[in-house]
């Protein structure tokens, strides 16, 4: 049965000219403007979640592990893809749109040939794991792996610091 907050929501790729309105609802202006960039660097892509001009969320797929070797050797690139920043608006969250969207992202990366997909879960996100878990992802092996945590500050600037997180992958 489809959830009444996602019927009639669409998935597409967005485009630098949604930047404005993406920083409205999300905020990380520099990530997005990162990330729309053209053409991205690191070959990611950002879909946006919307139901007319309303912005439900956002995900962004790519390559896995661009800066992560370890990842690269366990998902390799030309087999698997990552899942970064989902992200639902806190007053639509629980509402079935982030699970709409994995499931959307999915079937994508499927039917352009990849085989799974990969993403990190900060160590204290506990809701964040029981969603990708109850979606069928699976603890990888290494358990908690180091990564880089972006910070966005408000003026747009960011600054890194070194983080963990666990990865969980599925077999699509």
Sequence with gaps: ???VMTANVDLALAEPSDLDAII???????YFAEQLA??????????LARR???FLGTVTIGPVGVDEARLRA???PDYARLLTHLEV???LRNHGIGTWIIREIEHRVAQDGFRQIVLGVDLGNAGAARLYQRLGYRSWRCGSVPTIKVHYREDGS????PDRCLIFFKDL
Excluded at 24 to 30: A, E, L, N, P, S
Excluded at 38 to 47: A, I, S, T
Excluded at 158 to 161: A, K, P, Q
């Design 158 to 161: 960011s600054w890194s610091e």
């Design 52 to 54: 007319g001009e309303d």
């Design 1 to 3: 049965m489809l959830h």
């Design 24 to 30: 409205k609802v999300f905020g990380h202006r520099q």
């Design 38 to 47: 053209d053409p991205d660097p690191q070959g990611n892509e950002v879909f």
């Design 74 to 76: 366990g998902f390799p």
């Design 89 to 91: 608006p806190e007053q």
